[in-house]
C-alpha cells in the first residue's frame, strides 16, 4: 500500500515563501508523475504544478513564483513558492501515478497566506 504524507503547509505573509514536501511509503516502485493540486474553500480542485520523468506543468497563477522539484530516489516531490498572494490560500494535496494520471494523493496541507 502507498502512502502520500504532506509536510511544510502553514501561515505565510502576502509576499513569503513557504516550501511543501511529500514523501511516499510502502510498496514503491519509481512513480511516473507526481504533482501537487489545491482545493480553497468553494472551489474545485485545481493543478498547481506536476512533474513527471521528463517534463514540468505548472498553472498559469503559480507560474514564475512556484518551482516543483523531485528526488527519485527518495520518492519525494516538492513544491517551492514563494511571492505568495492571499490568493494561494487553500489545502494543498500531494499526488502520484506510475502512468500519466494521478492515483495515489496524501491528506492534505493548510496553506494559509495573509495579506
Known amino acids: 500500500q502507498v502512502q502520500l504524507v504532506e509536510s511544510g503547509g502553514g501561515l505565510a505573509q502576502a509576499g513569503g515563501s513557504l516550501r511543501l514536501s511529500c514523501a511516499a511509503s510502502g510498496r514503491i516502485v519509481s512513480f511516473n508523475a507526481m504533482g501537487w493540486y489545491r482545493q480553497a474553500p468553494g472551489k474545485q480542485r485545481e493543478l498547481v504544478a506536476r512533474i513527471t520523468r521528463g517534463t514540468t506543468t505548472y498553472a498559469d497563477s503559480v507560474k514564475g513564483r512556484f518551482t516543483i522539484s523531485r528526488d527519485n530516489a527518495e520518492n519525494t516531490v516538492y513544491l517551492q513558492m514563494n511571492s505568495l498572494k492571499p490568493e494561494d490560500t487553500a489545502v494543498y494535496y500531494c499526488?502520484?501515478?506510475?502512468?500519466?494520471?494521478?492515483?495515489?494523493w496524501g491528506q492534505g496541507t493548510q496553506v494559509t497566506v495573509s495579506s
Open positions: 499526488g502520484a501515478g506510475y502512468g500519466q494520471t494521478l492515483g495515489y
